[in-house]
């Protein structure tokens, strides 16, 4: 009995850790709230993403559990803010203020989405080029990408950013 306790006390410790560690790994869920990559750990107002580019970085952040989903690349979402009006409808309905979500890795092959090209408005992959429009739902423009952007639908909470819903498809690339 008293080996099973002792054994209790050296194991819950890491059942917690392995709890916190999930929810770090868990995909944007509905209401989470977006906290900038690097800067500072306050969630994200539509005012803090810059009119007209370049995309900013940010984490999933649950306010429930005061957990940072920054456990999975996965999980790395750009922001651009963007003039509405050019927007589709699915875009449109998914944007809060001019601001649209994607997530920041490339279908091709999993490199970050890291250039804003200004003079288009349109988003690219370093690694093989492949281009989106922000303003058409991350649709592919030109590149090997074999599917747009997976984009996240997101709402506000009290003057925040929040996430509506989940990615509208699979973040990452897929392996042929």
């Known amino acids: 009995m008293t080996l ?6 050296v194991v819950a410790p890491r059942l917690v850790r392995a709890d916190e560690e999930d929810a770090k790994r868990e995909r944007p869920q509905p209401g989470d709230l977006l906290v900038k990559i690097g800067g500072d750990p306050a969630p994200l107002a ?3 993403v810059p009119q007209g580019g370049p995309q900013i970085l ?3 952040f649950d306010p429930a559990g005061k957990t940072v989903r920054d456990g999975s690349r996965l999980n790395k979402v750009l922001l651009l803010r963007l003039d509405p009006a050019g927007f589709d409808e699915a875009t449109k309905a998914r944007a ?12 091709h092959a999993g490199c970050e989405v890291s250039r804003w090209l200004a003079p ?7 690694c093989h080029f492949s281009q989106y429009d922000p303003k058409a ?12 952007l997976p ?3 997101l709402k506000t909470v009290d003057g ?4 509506a819903r989940p990615f509208t498809a699979r973040a990452g690339f897929q392996q042929s």
């Open 137 to 148: 739902g991350g649709a592919v423009i030109g590149g090997p990408a074999p599917r747009p």
């Open 46 to 48: 539509a005012k803090d």
């Open 4 to 9: 099973a306790a002792g054994l209790g006390l």
């Open 151 to 153: 984009a996240l639908p």
């Open 160 to 163: 925040r950013l929040a996430v």
């Open 120 to 126: 288009v408005q349109h988003l690219e992959c370093p």
């Open 58 to 60: 940010a984490w999933p």
């Open 96 to 107: 809060v203020d001019g601001v649209v979500a994607y997530s920041a890795i490339c279908p």
